[in-house]
């Protein structure tokens, strides 16, 4: 595929791709009324003996955005027995929400368990386009010098108008990015141990 070609994803092969077979699938959904107001859908398995969970989609409705909708399902995610959770993102509110709902926040991911484990969990992942995502950046590569940190290669062509307009509001709120840049088909990387995982 090329540099710039739009890909259009039919509901058929979403589900395809956010689904696999033989895993455990999860989505959670919030409702005003009969209003769908926002939804995750995430994927569990095992890596190493232990349950990992890797989400593998996130909306909001549009006029309900910046409510704290989606931190707030990925609340309800968490189960306490997880070891880990990863997301692959070009949407910077994304990759702050799943850092704030599982962690201390974006400023305060551990770049160090990436850095070790990232790849591995990656590799046992169920959902193909996770497993098959050329990792990229300071952090996963030997020496990368276009500026990207944590970052994966997925085909992934959407249009970063959005992502980098929200990457700009969030360093005006003075928030200091650690992901790095974002080149065109790739998505954000992030993995988050738990912490209670993390002390025991
Ligand atoms: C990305 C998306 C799911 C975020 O959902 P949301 O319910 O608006 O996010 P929340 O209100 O829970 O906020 C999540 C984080 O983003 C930040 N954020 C969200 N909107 C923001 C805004 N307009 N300005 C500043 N920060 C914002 C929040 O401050 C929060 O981070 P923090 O806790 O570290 O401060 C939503 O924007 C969306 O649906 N986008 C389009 C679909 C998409 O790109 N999905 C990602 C594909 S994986």
Same mark, same amino acid.
């Given at each position: *595929?090329?540099?710039?070609?739009? +890909? ?37 398995? &095992? ?12 909306? %909001? ?8 909708? %989606? ?19 070009? @949407? ?20 160090? +368990? &990436? ?6 969990? *990656?590799?046992?992942?169920?959902v193909t386009y996770v497993r098959d995502a050329k990792l990229r950046g300071a952090l996963l590569e030997d020496q990368p010098s276009d500026g990207t940190i944590s970052c994966a290669d997925t085909q992934f062509w +959407?249009? @970063? ?5 929200? !990457?700009?509001? *969030?360093?005006?709120?003075? +928030? ?12 954000? !990387? !992030?993995? %988050?141990? !738990?912490?209670?995982? %993390?002390?025991?």
């Amino acid at each position: *595929m090329n540099k710039g070609t739009r +890909v259009k994803i039919s509901p058929k092969l979403l589900w395809k791709k956010i689904l696999p077979e033989g895993a455990e699938n999860t989505y959670i959904t919030t409702t005003r009324g009969t209003e769908l107001l926002g939804i995750i859908f995430a994927t569990r398995w &095992m890596y190493k003996r232990e349950i990992t969970v890797w989400v593998t989609q996130l909306c %909001v409705h549009r006029e309900h955005r910046n409510e704290g909708i %989606v931190k707030s399902l990925l609340a309800s995610l968490k189960t306490g027995n997880d070891y880990a959770v990863g997301i692959l993102s070009s @949407h910077p509110f994304s990759i702050s929400a799943v850092a704030r709902a599982f962690g201390k926040g974006v400023e305060d991911i551990d770049l160090g +368990v &990436m850095k070790l484990e990232a790849k591995d969990v *990656m590799a046992t992942c169920p959902v193909t386009y996770v497993r098959d995502a050329k990792l990229r950046g300071a952090l996963l590569e030997d020496q990368p010098s276009d500026g990207t940190i944590s970052c994966a290669d997925t085909q992934f062509w +959407v249009d @970063h108008g959005e992502p980098d307009e929200a !990457l700009s509001v *969030m360093k005006d709120k003075g +928030v200091t990015w650690p992901l790095g840049f974002l080149p065109e088909g790739h998505e954000y !990387l !992030l993995l %988050v141990k !738990l912490e209670s995982r %993390v002390e025991s």
